[in-house]
């Protein structure tokens, strides 16, 4: 009776919150743990943020999520290059369908260029008010639209180290980290990316790559350079250092390309979504990573025991 009084009330104060548009504060406050990468741990860019926020929003948010997916598909609003939270669609579906134009370019003697695109904190930088004005014009409004606009607003977060915390500082833009609907609100802020483009664009929510035949370098230059334009005009920056090129093909002219007159790296193998792609479309070198990976972990497995009887 306990839990169904307390389930009753919290239903209640969920309905109210959508019906009005509002959210309490306590609701818009995340506590971010920084987890260390790699590097000199005195390098405060060598950690990733890991926000946690609370479990009753995030219980609310899943049930908006799954009503608003469901309109999204049905209504096309999700572009067929995005490959993030559409049934159907998913990592392996992403790289399935580019390793098949890959390897058809190559089977038809021809060469390829991968462009591989990196967002600087993409889902950092997305600025509400213009993210507001998409969802607008994707249908979303009424209600809901101002739930999703109290949402994004007056956040806070405390930063948690050695159980100590900091002073509570605001989050000035970006969809909240952490949450069941930030991605999906990234992925709609950047739906019109690959609107009129003349070469193949495949996304997975802010991991972004373009191809063609390399004999059509300047189609994908010009695609680029709309590419670019797109991410001024809607203030999510590319990081032009972590922007790589693949050139896949025998004879291939490995031909240069430029963003606003700096030249991007070239790279003879690229991690794309997990997976190792080589210049030469040979698994070898993802089989010897993974191999690797997985001597460490036995490694550290062993050691962990005084005896391990591997019979």
Request: hydrophobic fraction near 40%.
């Amino acid at each position: 009776m306990f839990f169904v009084t307390n389930q009753a009330k919290l239903c209640s104060i969920m309905n109210h919150s959508l019906a009005s548009g509002e959210l309490p504060n306590d609701w818009k406050t995340a506590i971010v743990k920084p987890i260390f990468k790699r590097g000199d741990k005195f390098d405060p860019l060598n950690y990733r943020p890991i926000s946690l926020t609370s479990v009753i929003v995030k219980i609310l948010e899943s049930l908006i999520f799954d009503k608003l997916i469901d309109f999204l598909v049905t209504t096309n609003r999700i572009p067929e290059e995005q490959h993030r939270f559409v049934p159907g669609r998913s990592i392996v579906s992403n790289l399935l369908c580019c390793l098949e134009d890959w390897t058809n370019i190559i089977d038809a003697n021809k060469a390829a260029d991968i462009i591989y695109l990196d967002f600087s904190k993409a889902f950092d930088r997305v600025p509400r008010r213009r993210l507001l004005y998409k969802l607008k014009h994707n249908g979303i409004n009424g209600s809901l639209l101002n739930w999703i606009e109290s949402f994004l607003s007056n956040r806070t977060f405390k930063v948690c180290v050695n159980n100590s915390l900091s002073t509570s500082r605001q989050v000035m833009s970006g969809v909240p980290q952490g949450s069941v609907l930030g991605p999906l609100l990234f992925v709609l802020y950047t739906a019109d990316i690959g609107y009129n483009l003349a070469s193949t664009v495949m996304m997975y929510a802010d991991d972004l790559k373009l191809y063609g035949c390399s004999n059509n370098n300047s189609v994908l230059s010009d695609v680029l350079s709309k590419i670019y334009e797109w991410s001024k005009i809607w203030l999510i920056p590319l990081n032009l250092s972590k922007c790589t090129v693949l050139h896949l093909g025998k004879n291939n002219p490995k031909f240069s390309y430029r963003i606003n007159n700096v030249f991007l790296s070239n790279s003879d193998s690229c991690i794309d979504l997990g997976v190792t792609i080589s210049s030469t479309l040979s698994w070898t070198e993802h089989i010897n990573r993974i191999v690797k990976r997985a001597n460490q972990v036995f490694y550290l497995i062993s050691k962990s025991f005084v005896f391990a009887d591997l019979s």
